[in-house]
């Protein structure tokens, strides 16, 4: 049964810092590109980061210079580092697992920027 869980959602102030975590089970990690999304109440998921299997990373250009993303594939883990966070960063984060045609999510987790 493949599990993403993820962690480190939270409310920050606008200026701060969260670091999400995606613990992944039950795929073979390494060969899956690994990403996250998020969706803001009222409007569509976006791809916020993602990394490839060979470690090619791509940004929303909203998060660009202020986000990194990062895998470990000896603890099947990706991190998603977020600073200078933004009201608009407000939406709930969902990891993302891609392998061919196999796509798995994370169950979300909430980050609200406000002060």
């Known amino acids: 049964q493949v599990q993403l869980a993820e962690s480190g959602g939270g409310l920050v102030q606008p200026g701060g810092s969260l670091r999400l975590s995606c613990a992944a089970s039950?795929?073979?990690?390494?060969?899956?590109?690994m990403g996250w999304y998020r969706q803001a109440l009222g409007k569509q998921r976006e791809l916020v980061a993602q990394?490839?299997?060979?470690?090619?990373?791509n940004y929303a250009d909203s998060v660009k210079g202020r986000f990194s993303i990062s895998r470990d594939n000896a603890k099947n883990t990706v991190y998603l580092q977020m600073d200078s966070l933004k009201p608009e960063d407000t939406a709930v984060y969902y990891c993302?697992?891609?392998?061919?045609?196999?796509?798995?999510w994370g169950q979300g987790t909430q980050v609200t920027v406000s002060s």
């Open positions: 993302n697992a891609i392998f061919q045609s196999r796509a798995y």
């Open positions: 039950g795929i073979i990690f390494s060969t899956y590109a």
């Open positions: 990394v490839t299997t060979f470690g090619h990373i």
